[in-house]
């Protein structure tokens, strides 16, 4: 069904991000996940520090692939430099 529908956007998370993948738990699951990225016009990834360099069974999409990846503070500089070069990257602010 979710292949007949269209996204302005589409917000996914996942479990890993590594080698430029982006990775989940079960091929059910990530199918799920790239059908909607496939069908957004606007593809946003959300991830926290947790999720960087974090392998996981299934790779569902690849980075290249999508506009904006979101993530917290948390991450160190070193990544953040890192992913900056392969997407555009949005650290979010602390919470207070």
Do not use: C, W
């Amino acid at each position: 069904m979710i292949q007949k529908l269209n996204f302005q956007a589409s917000f996914i998370s996942l479990n890993g991000l590594a080698d430029e993948r982006l990775m989940t738990a079960n091929s059910a699951e990530g199918e799920l996940q790239r059908l909607a990225l496939e069908h957004a016009q606007q593809r946003i990834v959300l991830a926290d520090a947790s999720k960087f360099e974090r392998n996981d069974f299934y790779t569902f999409y690849a980075l290249a692939r999508i506009d904006e990846l979101i993530t917290d503070s948390s991450l160190s500089p070193e990544l953040q430099k890192k992913y900056q070069q392969l997407t555009a990257l949005t650290v979010a602010p602390p919470l207070t």
